[in-house]
């Protein structure tokens, strides 16, 4: 199995580490400690040597940071996470923050007028600082790089992470990795710049072709790079990931180097670098402008062109997605003829199907399998501890997806197990609207998540309902799940390009009760001209998997909405008909027949 079930959040202990902490704090005469959930590469996903947060707190999400005060200390999480943090941090210690609506720095002023707050400048970006600093510059407060605390009192803490790195076939990449550094290069070139550092992993595993095995769930290897302006990249990684196939893959022009000679190696770049603001670690601007060597902000330029897919990636993904769509129909006809199950036992059960493809690498994220009020924990993880039967006349959320040399999936389905009610229905059918409404949109180009996002919520919006997170993310071919900079968001303002694939993904959750999420993959194409032929982008679907028709309230759909959906299920079943076992097919025909 590649998934396990033990319980990581440890509140139990963060009363002890939170005063250990605070002593090394008062020695050191420093006030307090900003400790996010950041490494050195500013990804998302981290290695358990950089699980700090977790380590302090107990919180295991994706996203979030606490602030260490001498009298408290405030976890920081935003709306995936609220219901989440509060069973998983010792709240006589640790303080729920709802973030973004409240900022660490207007926090900080809340609860101290004088001090100092140390961070590590290796885990923050100099725009994360800079919005601190901006808001504590009229109080008597600062925040200044300091020693990682964490690191000097974390007794066991794991090893720096050494899994092999391997080459992705070209195949699925669709462009050599001399011809991504050229292209990359030629734009810092016309820039005026010299070099660039990359940073997040997914940018340098793109940027060469290769994949990894340092972190959890996501195929890449944690390292950081220079690309010059002539197309040559000095990587820093550790030269055991390293076997020949893969060096010579790399070629002559990628020279490896130690992890931490970045610095050094920046001090012989010609001509000025570029720095982005919001993905590179402070400790590198700091080293620049300290000596003196030349800089701009700048964008990372991996970022957006490994959005916007090419078309062996696309093909790829749906490729991927097809295969997916079999393991899954196979997982629902199972779980509709199954009894006293268990969350874990049905987690198990659908890794069970994906690896039956005999092309499963990993799994794209731990499967998130809530029924009832745990479906309500919009990011729940199963544990030995929180398993619990799955009970008649509930819903079932299941979120998950796989890891496959040609694509990354990720689909959420929410199930009925007997009859949840009428309610649950109508507000499963509302999701399923926002859904659809995202699906057909076409759109002028140049619009971004924040034009996008209230099609999927105005259904919601109707009834008094909303949900706390966005309403997609970017997706990695074969690389993370989560990916920008793109985002269905209300909160982006990149706009799309053909090629860019996101999650559509409305959902609604009542605490305590139960959670629904309907979640499928599309890629933005170029649409079709019409009217006075302004151009257009519109998305096409990648995921192939039916949605629970014993939840949707026919009445509730408009014409067009009924017409997608049964258009949808034909699809579906013209698809995967031939796919499945003898023993789905009569599922999936009942499944997608018409409403």
Not at 109 to 115: P, Q, R, V
């Amino acid at each position: 199995m590649f998934q396990s079930f033990e319980t990581l959040a440890s509140p139990e202990h963060g009363a002890g580490r939170l005063a250990q902490l605070r002593a090394a704090l008062k020695k050191a005469d420093v006030q307090g400690l900003i400790v996010p959930r950041a490494d050195v590469h500013q990804g998302e996903y981290v290695a358990e040597r950089d699980q700090r947060l977790q380590w302090l707190t107990g919180f295991t999400g994706s996203a979030g940071l606490c602030v260490v005060l001498p009298d408290v200390a405030g976890v920081f999480v935003d709306g995936r996470y609220r219901t989440q943090v509060k069973s998983q941090v010792d709240l006589a210690h640790f303080t729920p923050v709802d973030w973004p609506e409240t900022q660490p720095g207007d926090w900080i002023k809340a609860h101290l007028t004088t001090g100092r707050i140390g961070y590590d400048p290796w885990l923050h970006t100099p725009a994360e600082v800079q919005k601190i600093e901006d808001a504590l510059a009229a109080t008597g407060v600062k925040i200044l790089p300091a020693p990682n605390f964490i690191d000097q009192i974390w007794a066991d803490q794991p090893a720096a992470p050494q899994g092999k790195a391997f080459v992705h076939p070209l195949e699925f990449a669709g462009e050599s990795h001399a011809d991504k550094r050229a292209r990359m290069a030629a734009e810092l070139a016309a820039a005026g710049q010299g070099a660039c550092v990359i940073t997040l992993p997914d940018s340098l595993c793109w940027l060469l072709n290769i994949r990894g095995a340092d972190v959890p769930r996501n195929p890449v290897m944690l390292g950081l790079a220079i690309l010059h302006a002539d197309g040559r990249l000095d990587l820093f990684a550790d030269a055991a990931k390293f076997d020949d196939a893969l060096l010579a893959h790399l070629g002559p022009d990628v020279t490896l180097h130690a992890p931490d000679a970045l610095l050094d190696g920046l001090s012989r770049v010609q001509g000025k670098i570029r720095l982005c603001k919001k993905t590179a670690p402070l400790a590198v601007g700091r080293h620049l402008t300290q000596n003196k060597i030349p800089f701009d902000w700048g964008d990372d330029p991996c970022q957006m062109a490994k959005a916007c897919k090419n078309a062996a990636e696309i093909e790829g993904m749906r490729s991927a997605h097809l295969r997916d769509a079999v393991a899954m129909v196979e997982f629902l006809a199972w779980l509709d003829g199954a009894s006293d199950l268990t969350e874990i036992a049905v987690a198990q059960k659908l890794e069970g199907f994906r690896r039956a493809t005999n092309a499963l690498h990993d799994l794209s994220f731990d499967s998130i399998v809530g029924s009832g009020p745990n479906g309500a924990i919009m990011h729940y993880r199963v544990t030995e501890d929180t398993n619990r039967p799955i009970g008649e006349n509930e819903l079932l959320l299941v979120d998950s997806g796989g890891q496959y040399v040609d694509g990354t999936t990720d689909i959420t389905r929410t199930v009925a197990r007997g009859d949840p009610g009428q309610e649950a229905r109508e507000c499963y059918t509302r999701v399923l609207q926002g859904t659809i409404a995202i699906s057909r949109l076409r759109f002028a180009k140049g619009r971004a998540g924040r034009d996008l996002d209230g099609f999927a919520r105005w259904p919601l919006w109707q009834a008094g309902m909303d949900f706390d997170h966005g309403t997609g993310h970017g997706v990695g071919a074969f690389l993370s799940v989560h990916e920008g900079p793109q985002r269905l968001s209300y909160t982006s303002d990149v706009p799309f390009r053909a090629g860019m694939i996101l999650s559509n993904e409305p959902g609604y959750y009542r605490e305590g009760e139960f959670g629904i999420r309907l979640e499928n993959l599309i890629v933005v194409v170029d649409a079709p001209p019409m009217g006075d032929h302004r151009p257009q982008l519109a998305f096409e679907t990648l995921t192939w998997v039916p949605f629970d028709r014993r939840l949707v309230v026919v009445d509730m759909l408009t014409a067009g909405e009924r017409d997608w959906l049964n258009s949808y299920h034909a699809e579906v079943r013209a698809r995967l008909e031939v796919r499945v076992s003898a023993g789905a097919v009569e599922w999936l025909r009942a499944a997608t027949a018409g409403v």
